[in-house]
């Protein structure tokens, strides 16, 4: 199995559980891992046979930015799914940071697995 990987994708969003969280955007970070076979995508040197993470990234994006969400786990979820379902990914780890929810924390989220290896 091969990775194809996003780090560090910003994006902001609605997304928390108080009132004041929903009258603002916020940052959001998040890293895809995603099972490929870069094989035919090597030999051919085209576009069309690679996982394309640009796309991606743009589609994930799309999708938060015109979302709002209470958790981060709902988002996360549904991110694993559009990416699943849309790029044919078997196999995905999702991590999702939520920059400043806890003041004294670097980095708070959540991070998922979906589908098989």
Sequence with gaps: MDIVF???LRVDAVI???DWERRIKQTVVLDLE???D??????TDDIKDALDYKAVAKRVEIFIAESEFQLVETMAEHCAQIVRDEFSVPWLRLTLNKIGAVGS???VGVIIERGSR
């Design 6 to 8: 996003v780090r560090g």
């Design 16 to 18: 928390g559980i108080y």
């Design 34 to 36: 995603m099972a490929t």
């Design 38 to 43: 870069v094989r035919k995508a090597a030999a």
């Design 105 to 107: 924390a670097n980095d």
